[in-house]
């Protein structure tokens, strides 16, 4: 019974390229949440998603971010044009339909250079 | 906005100490509660959780957590910490919802 599975695990990107971060929630679990964090900060809520729907992007940057999380496949977290101050550990979570069990993956640990 | 205090941002203790880490909540109707803990480099493990019913909460490793619904607290606790303990302890809610708003977290240093 696999946990929630971030890959990959680390990321280095240049400036100015695209960054996809994936997410493959555990078996059964429906709903998929981003978060990010920072350097000596606490974990930031980005987004919310069910299967093909964003239920709350509200901490979403409103440029060059976006997710989705297709009927088929894992959650992907996609920054476009990206800039040092991306750099971060990016953590998913998911959990079933009536659930409150959030399960957190390993996390991305995104380098921009 | 819902938000969620951690007012020790660094706490330093020799083992065997006993342990103290605050949580504090804005007001906004009904309230899970978790708490987090990350060692270095790794992913956020559960530590306990308060859904309802008894507001102390027994958690993993000797950890519990009081849920005192008047002060909007949900501090945690431990009598005797190990040096393996040594980690960021993140407090975390949700309000009516299923997102969760973490704080700040705590980051405790547990010295030999």
């Known amino acids: 019974n696999a946990g929630v599975m971030q890959n990959p695990r680390h990321l280095v990107r240049r400036r100015g390229q695209e960054a996809r971060l994936r997410c493959s929630p555990m078996k059964g679990h429906s709903h998929v949440y981003w978060y990010r964090q920072l350097p000596e900060e606490g974990l930031k809520f980005m987004v919310y998603l069910q299967k093909e729907n964003i239920i709350d992007e509200s901490g979403m940057p409103k440029e060059r971010f976006s997710a989705e999380f297709p009927k088929e496949g894992p959650s992907i977290l996609r920054i476009q044009q990206v800039v040092r101050g991306d750099s971060a550990a990016y953590f998913c979570a998911s959990t079933g339909a009536a659930s409150y069990g959030y399960t957190f993956g390993s996390g991305t640990r995104l380098t921009v250079v | 906005a819902q938000s969620v205090s951690q007012h020790n941002h660094h706490v330093i203790l020799s083992e065997a100490a006993s342990l103290e880490l605050g949580c504090n909540y804005s007001?906004?109707?009904?309230?899970?509660l978790f708490w987090y803990v990350q060692y270095p480099g790794q992913h956020l493990q559960l530590l306990l959780k308060?859904?309802?019913?008894?507001?102390l909460v027994k958690g993993i490793k000797g950890f519990e957590a009081e849920f005192i619904k008047s002060k909007f607290s949900f501090n945690l606790r431990k009598p005797s910490v190990q040096w393996s303990d040594t980690a960021e302890y993140f407090c975390?809610?949700?309000?009516?919802?299923?997102?969760?708003?973490f704080g700040t977290g705590t980051r405790l240093q547990v010295f030999p």
């Open positions: 975390a809610v949700t309000w009516n919802t299923d997102k969760l708003i």
């Open positions: 308060y859904f309802s019913g008894d507001p």
């Open positions: 007001y906004g109707g009904t309230v899970n």
